[in-house]
């Protein structure tokens, strides 16, 4: 059976070191990643993504509330567990292809979510990936599993 998740929401930041907040669609270029989002590029994070399952844990430690953007990802999603997928898989995010290039990342010790919540789950369980075939996503598309692979993109 394919492994597929549900988008919760769809975000972006303007300018680097803000977080991002929801909108109600984003464009996913290739070579280029999410239309509008600050952290758009030719390199190998062109979009985040974040189980909103890891946001859940955080936020029962917590007081206030996280909302959708909270850790700088673009996509927050339910139903697959992303950090246990390989590099190299392929998903389909609403209409586009897309190929995972990296689990975790390094954080910088003083980042905003850090700060308000004592925490960061993007760094452990966070994903990145680049846009291999053009398309749009928004809140309630699937994240289809397409396929699992240990090759990385050339």
Do not use: Y
């Given at each position: 059976?394919?492994?597929?998740?549900?988008?919760?929401?769809?975000?972006?930041?303007?300018?680097?070191?803000?977080?991002?907040?929801?909108?109600?669609?984003?464009?996913?270029?290739?070579?280029?990643?999410?239309?509008?989002?600050?952290?758009?590029?030719?390199?190998?994070?062109?979009?985040s993504l974040?189980?909103?399952?890891?946001?859940?844990?955080?936020?029962?430690?917590?007081?206030?509330?996280?909302?959708?953007?909270?850790?700088?990802?673009?996509?927050?999603?339910?139903?697959?567990?992303?950090?246990?997928?390989?590099?190299?898989?392929?998903?389909?995010?609403?209409t586009a292809?897309?190929?995972?290039?990296?689990?975790?990342?390094?954080?910088?010790?003083?980042c905003a979510?850090?700060?308000?919540?004592?925490?960061?789950?993007?760094?452990?369980?966070?994903?990145?990936?680049?846009?291999?075939?053009?398309?749009?996503?928004?809140?309630?598309?699937?994240?289809?599993?397409?396929?699992?692979?240990?090759?990385?993109?050339?």
């Amino acid at each position: 059976m394919q492994q597929k998740a549900i988008i919760r929401a769809v975000c972006i930041s303007e300018r680097k070191g803000e977080q991002k907040h929801p909108v109600a669609g984003i464009v996913l270029r290739p070579r280029h990643g999410v239309e509008g989002d600050a952290h758009a590029g030719d390199w190998h994070r062109q979009i985040s993504l974040l189980a909103k399952e890891s946001v859940d844990l955080l936020q029962a430690k917590i007081p206030f509330p996280l909302k959708p953007g909270a850790f700088a990802e673009n996509i927050l999603c339910e139903g697959i567990g992303l950090s246990a997928l390989p590099i190299g898989t392929r998903l389909r995010i609403g209409t586009a292809l897309c190929e995972v290039t990296q689990i975790g990342k390094e954080c910088h010790a003083d980042c905003a979510i850090r700060r308000q919540a004592g925490d960061c789950v993007m760094p452990r369980e966070g994903i990145f990936a680049v846009v291999l075939e053009a398309g749009e996503a928004k809140a309630g598309d699937e994240i289809l599993v397409i396929d699992e692979t240990e090759d990385t993109i050339s």
